[in-house]
């Protein structure tokens, strides 16, 4: 595979997810026929982008052990998810754990917001990580929040008090 055609043909790919975005076009699709003809496997490229983002098998036992973790609120459309300190402690130099599983969070129907609570050891700040749920309409330049928490989280807000507002 010639390294330069594979490159651009990468990061064309990685930029329009998979010539999937509204932003692609034919100029789009004709570019990556032309690096194609000049080297470029897209056969080759995807199966290194699977190798490179496989995870191990402790972290996909993780993944099931947070996602059964997830709680619905505010009839199912506020999931949420708490990340101990032990599993902070365990993982940090591997992954960071809330990213196994916000993917599914967001993507499951009904859901508009997903909070994931990760508290950190003592003495240090917890933080919650909110993302809207990707099918919602949501203000284009909220991506995401991450607001810290002093630790222990002293304040409760009973979820029959929880109201989602946009």
């Not at 789009?28 to 032309?34: G, L, N, R, Y």
């Not at 098998?57 to 099931?64: S, T």
């Amino acid at each position: 595979m010639s390294a330069l055609p594979a490159k651009l043909a990468s990061a064309i790919l990685a930029d329009s997810l998979g010539l999937t975005t509204s932003g692609t076009t034919a100029e789009s699709v004709a570019a990556m026929a032309e690096l194609t003809k000049r080297g470029a496997n897209l056969c080759e490229l995807h199966k290194s982008k699977r190798e490179a983002t496989a995870i191990l098998p402790e972290l996909l036992h993780l993944k099931g052990k947070l996602l059964q973790s997830v709680e619905f609120h505010v009839d199912g459309r506020l999931a949420i998810a708490e990340i101990n300190p032990d599993t902070v402690a365990r993982y940090k130099d591997i992954s960071e754990p809330y990213t196994l599983i916000l993917n599914e969070m967001q993507w499951t129907k009904g859901v508009e917001l997903v909070a994931v609570f990760k508290i950190m050891a003592a003495k240090s700040m917890s933080r919650c990580v909110l993302l809207p749920a990707l099918l919602v309409p949501w203000p284009k330049n909220l991506v995401a929040a991450v607001i810290p928490m002093p630790e222990p989280i002293a304040v409760k807000v009973p979820m029959s008090e929880l109201k989602l507002t946009y």
